[in-house]
């Protein structure tokens, strides 16, 4: 994953009035966490970061105080309604080193006929992986699975270098049958016991 540059700055006022102000610049207030370090706060463009955090798990460069850090962001808040950008942890990272990230999971495919439902029991898969080539998702094959059927997370064919960061017995996706109307199933069961008296 190609890491995106972004300039921020150093900001030392804290507090619910400052961030505030901060949005109403068009700057989105962050903090830079890891390593030992002290938590470093800063402010960055909210076009240029909305843009960046549009792929998941992205490999940031701040650029601050003539300092340049590379980091991922680990905890993005949003504004409930109109889902601007209000806070954004960021975790400081190094070449080689690895870190746990959450994987959006997609499918291909389609299931096996007969109204067959797909239930995402997760909705991302925990992975450890190097902080410089961290996948944008991982995808998993449904093509011809049936009711009854689950997806664990061993199942999952990841990229080189990217392990589990979950039990390899975790369902991850699992295939339903459609549910029959309950009408049906009543007119069904008394059918059943006038036979079996």
């Known amino acids: 994953m190609a890491e995106v540059k972004l300039s921020a700055e150093v900001r030392d006022d804290f507090g ?21 370090a002290e938590p470093q706060h800063v402010a960055i463009d909210s076009h240029a970061l909305m843009m960046a955090l549009k792929t998941p798990n992205a490999l940031l460069r701040l650029e601050f105080d003539g300092k340049s850090e590379l980091v991922i962001p680990k905890d993005v808040q949003r504004e409930a309604i109109r889902r601007f950008l209000v806070h954004v942890d960021f975790l400081a990272v190094k070449k080689g080193e690895k870190v746990t990230v959450e994987l959006p999971i997609q499918t291909e495919g389609e299931l096996a006929p007969g109204g067959n439902l797909l239930e995402h029991v997760l909705n991302t898969l925990p992975v450890e992986a190097e902080a410089t080539h961290i996948p944008e998702s991982v995808t998993v094959s449904i093509a011809g699975l049936d009711a009854g059927t689950s997806v664990l997370a061993k199942d999952i064919v990841l990229p080189s270098g990217v392990s589990l960061a979950v039990e390899d017995e975790t369902v991850v996706l699992q295939v339903v049958a459609a549910q029959a109307e309950a009408p049906a199933e009543e007119g069904a069961e008394g059918e059943a016991e006038g036979a079996e008296a």
């Not at 102000?21 to 890891?34: F, Q, S």
């Open 16 to 36: 619910k009035g400052a961030a505030r102000r901060l949005r109403r610049e068009a700057k989105v207030p962050g903090v830079i966490y890891g390593h030992g």
